[in-house]
């Protein structure tokens, strides 16, 4: 039983370029979540997926942006790079808001 | 708002004695709690969650955690600590609302020694 996957694992990109993240829920969830973890922080929420649609959103500008497919899988976006957006981007699954959530290992992104 | 918080950024203990990682929490309502591990370069590992019933809530690897509601506080234990105990410990709290965003602290590190 395959549990959340990310892609790619690692990611250099440089200041104003877009990047585009994904992520395979567990088999048998239908909800995504994406987190920030900047370094020697906590994790912050950015946003939530459910049936397609973002349900709801963290404190985090317009140029983050989602997207669910109906397989549940998930990508997040994001325009015009800054340097303050290098941090580990962590996706977590769940089963229509049954607890716990399942993370998967994360996208390392650096921005130059 | 719902928060937590974890007032020790690194917790040292030899390894076989016991180990507590603490957390306390401000929430409106009642607490949906949980601690997570994450070792370098992966991401975070369930261990166990607080939503109801007894206070002494028993999760992964031998870890445990109390539920104290007089001191807002949920602290994670484990009898007998291990080298490979040794990673980062985040407690996070539910949101409210209809959705199951987490809200984390800021995570403690903890070291065992052989």
């Known amino acids: 039983d395959a549990g959340v996957t990310q892609s790619p694992t690692h990611l250099i990109k440089t200041r104003g370029q877009q990047v585009t993240l994904r992520c395979s829920p567990k088999s048998g969830h239908d909800t995504v979540s994406w987190y920030q973890q900047a370094l020697g922080q906590g994790p912050q929420f950015i946003f939530q997926y459910y049936e397609e649609e973002e349900r709801q959103r963290g404190n985090f500008p317009d140029r983050f942006s989602g997207h669910q497919f109906p397989n549940y899988s998930s990508e997040l976006n994001v325009n015009a790079l800054l340097l303050g957006d290098s941090a580990l981007y962590l996706c977590?699954?769940?089963?229509?808001?049954?607890?716990?959530?399942?993370f998967g290992d994360g996208t390392r992104l650096s921005i130059l | 708002a719902q928060s937590v918080a974890q007032p020790e950024d690194q917790v040292n203990v030899a390894e076989g004695n016991p180990l507590t990682v603490k957390c306390t929490y401000s929430?409106?309502?009642?607490?949906?709690l949980f601690w997570y591990v994450q070792y370098p370069n992966r991401g975070l590992q369930f261990l166990l969650k607080?939503?109801?019933?007894?206070?002494l809530v028993k999760g992964s690897y031998g870890f445990e955690a109390e539920f104290n509601k007089s001191q807002t506080s949920f602290h994670l234990k484990k009898p007998s600590a291990l080298v490979s105990d040794s990673a980062l410990y985040f407690c996070a709290v539910r949101d409210t609302g209809n959705t199951d965003k987490l809200i984390f602290g800021t995570g403690t590190r903890l070291q065992v020694f052989p």
């Open positions: 977590a699954s769940s089963f229509s808001g049954h607890q716990p959530q399942h």
């Open positions: 929430v409106s309502g009642n607490p949906y």
């Open positions: 607080y939503i109801t019933g007894d206070n």
